[in-house]
């Protein structure tokens, strides 16, 4: 192996991926090993090892390890996570509880909100209170924080989160108690809300806060064993982890700082899909990623992948983002995703109606679909693939992994066939559309509700299930063209690869936008900058190659949301007024069809993003096809297609693919992490870089 080779290893809820890039070469290999939720670093260390034995990877030689994991999100979902303690300023001791005044689901009349992650017992209220531009009104009572802390070790406390009033003015208390907890119960883990959330809105900051505390004694354990074991094994570097915002940090700073890796999975897919549709020459991409779990899509414009600011998390999926979650509020820079419970492992159920129902359940890896053998009896998507030919079973895996088609054709008979009373094709096509009709609402989501025509963007599509569902979920979209990257299955592990070194500042100042206030914002601007500066240190990484970028989220006076805008490039000064407050009309206008000239504009939340740009990967290019492409199998097996039935299907192995080759519908083009499903009408093209060009005839109208 060449001394330039880099790993990443993304978990998942039925499989964890490892790629094996070489630099040199541009060489991508790949592996899957099935997840241990139990234990979620033993599925990392078998495929770490299996890369070792069976890929010839020297792990003394890998420059760069980088990993996405589900702990903590799966922390908080399972409600695993840390005895967490909360100290708040007196007279706030409610916050948790009474969040904010949304009915998530209105309903539904015995709804409760989402139970509060510390319970009230272990809230302790500290006499001590900050004015609104930070200065000190109450002085702490140092006192009583020590007693707080002494009635919290009755508790054994593992964790606590400190969220004093207007903290992120003025974090001189929250420090001294930081100071104070690590005298008395030195083995605690602590957050204060000035570190990881200086920003206002009391119940955004405490919830992040708290979550930061809660997530904080798992996963900087689960980072630092796996660190250990890993360089057991002879690995070189350490861990990296990909951030929810699609950047990567160190363990360290990950495991300082949880709440920012929640989502990393999820946002190493939508990375991925923007790089690879910007080597075919896509700038807007809805990325859909479906695996054996979820179903997940983002949006990306003009090549950039949309950042939300916060997001919920454990409250459940909605089809509309109009009521968010309901969930653990966390407010992290986040790639902005709409998700639902729909992939290969979700069952199949029929309610009392008799109607016939796909997911949220799944039955994940263990014991999985009834073809996998290993005890499933309930019909799940991928069984109902296999039934239909869209997977062939013999090639699941790469043929590793045996598939029992004839156990899922005659429960989803029992199951689906019979109490349904239609025939075994139809019952199984007809869950494929139930399934394909949930993950249309999310894909409407990330386009149509936010002001985008899907016809306008290209599909880029990936996770083991996602090249199956593509072409149907295309045509109903009105979009003509979708996009396979190379190696779709693992394509989250391949995110990892293309990730920058990433780091979002943000500090709330509120204050009209007047020639003296901009002044005053470029200063505070300089001094995130120095956060930025100091934070890249560890990388490696010259000044020169970390580029800055500012936005503010502002608002006109008494509004109650802000809307991201972004600075004008340069130094901010007083001739800049007019510009700035320009921009902001024009965000607000494009995002609620109106502007008001004669309303005050005011800064409220300021934002610094800090960015180290990796090498991207050179992929070595395909020669060109010469038109010779040999079927993978003898024959020509039928396959169900909704719009014909069940007709002969050519089967084509995708290593055998050379650039500019093409092969139209039907047609399948199997690989071992994934099956492209081509139907009728459509035509497959493949690029030089690998990836699977699929585009429909109404194209060429």
Not at 114 to 140: F, Q, S
Not at 207 to 218: D, F, I, K, Q
Not at 228 to 252: C, E, F, H, R, Y
Not at 526 to 544: P, V
Request: glycine share 10%.
């Amino acid at each position: 192996m060449s001394s330039s080779t880099r790993l990443s290893v993304d978990i998942g809820g039925t499989f964890t991926d490892l790629v094996v890039l070489d630099e040199a070469t541009g060489d991508i290999q790949s592996l899957k090993v099935s997840s241990t939720p139990r234990d979620p670093s033993r599925a990392v260390i078998t495929a770490v090892r299996r890369a070792r034995d069976e890929l010839g990877v020297d792990l003394s030689r890998v420059s760069q390890f980088t990993h996405a994991s589900t702990v903590a999100s799966n922390t908080i979902l399972e409600a695993t996570g840390a005895r967490t303690g909360l100290l708040t300023t007196e007279g706030f001791r409610d916050v948790l509880a009474i969040q904010r005044h949304k009915r998530y689901r209105l309903f539904e009349m015995a709804y409760q909100k989402i139970k509060p992650l510390v319970p009230a017992r272990w809230i302790h209220g500290i006499p001590e209170r900050m004015d609104a531009r930070g200065n000190v009104l109450v002085p702490l009572d140092e006192d009583a924080v020590v007693r707080a802390l002494r009635e919290l070790e009755k508790h054994d406390i593992q964790s606590l989160a400190v969220c004093f009033l207007f903290s992120f003015q003025n974090a001189a208390h929250e420090k001294r108690v930081a100071e104070i907890a690590a005298e008395v119960l030195p083995h605690v883990f602590v957050t204060c809300s000035s570190d990881i959330f200086p920003q206002f809105r009391e119940y955004e900051r405490t919830s992040t806060t708290v979550v930061n505390a809660y997530l904080g004694p798992r996963l900087s354990g689960y980072l630092q064993n796996m660190n250990t074991d890993l360089q057991g094994l002879g690995l070189a570097p350490s861990v990296n982890m990909m951030q929810s915002n699609g950047g990567i940090i160190s363990w360290k700073e990950a495991s300082r700082a949880p709440c920012k890796v929640v989502e990393s999975g999820p946002a190493a897919g939508a990375i991925a899909a923007a790089h690879f549709g910007k080597l075919v020459g896509s700038s807007n991409i809805i990325s859909f990623d479906m695996g054996g779990t979820t179903a997940k899509a983002g949006l990306i414009e003009n090549g950039e992948v949309r950042q939300a600011s916060g997001q919920e998390v454990g409250g459940g999926i909605n089809v509309s983002r109009l009521l968010s979650g309901g969930g653990y509020y966390i407010g992290a820079s986040t790639v902005d995703l709409a998700e639902v419970g729909a992939g290969g492992g979700s069952v199949a159920w029929i309610d009392t109606g008799g109607i016939l129902k796909v997911g949220p359940h799944s039955a994940g890896a263990d014991p999985g679909p009834v073809a996998y053998g290993l005890g499933g009896d309930r019909v799940t998507v991928t069984d109902a693939n296999l039934v239909l030919g869209r997977v062939p079973g013999a090639f699941f895996l790469g043929g590793e992994m045996k598939m029992d088609v004839e156990a899922a054709r005659r429960v989803a008979e029992e199951k689906l066939s019979r109490p349904l009373n239609v025939s075994l094709d139809e019952a199984c096509s007809a869950m494929i559309e139930v399934a394909n009709a949930n993950m249309l609402k999310m894909l409407r989501i990330v386009s149509v509700e936010k002001g985008f025509d899907p016809r306008e963007f290209t599909l880029v599509v990936f996770g083991g299930n996602g090249p199956v569902h593509a072409a149907d979920l295309a045509d109903d979209l009105g979009i003509n063209e979708f996009i396979v990257p190379p190696v779709p299955g693992v394509l989250s592990a391949q995110g990892l690869l293309v990730a920058d070194v990433r780091y979002d500042f943000r500090q709330t100042h509120i204050t009209p936008v007047t020639a003296q206030s901009v002044v005053e914002i470029e200063d505070l601007f300089n001094a995130l900058r120095e956060k930025g500066r100091t934070a890249f240190r560890d990388y490696g990484l010259s000044e020169d190659a970390v580029k800055f970028s500012r936005s503010a989220d502002m608002r006109y006076r008494r509004q109650a949301y802000e809307i991201k805008v972004s600075m004008p490039a340069g130094e901010l000064t007083a001739d800049k007024v007019d510009e700035i407050i320009e921009m902001f009309h024009v965000e607000h206008e494009k995002a609620y069809g109106r502007r008001d000239p004669t309303a005050v504009v005011e800064f409220v939340t300021l934002g610094l993003t800090a960015r180290g740009n990796a090498p991207r990967p050179q992929y070595r290019p395909l020669p060109e096809g010469d038109g010779s492409l040999p079927p993978a199998m003898a024959g020509a097996p039928t396959v169900y297609f909704r719009e014909v039935g069940r007709v002969e299907t050519p089967h084509y192995d995708r290593k055998h693919l050379r650039a500019g080759d093409t092969i139209a519908g039907p047609a399948l083009v199997i690989s071992p992490d994934s099956t492209t499903v081509v139907p009728p009408r459509w035509t497959l093209r493949c690029h030089s870089n690998g990836s699977l060009i699929v585009t429909h005839e109404r194209a060429k109208q």
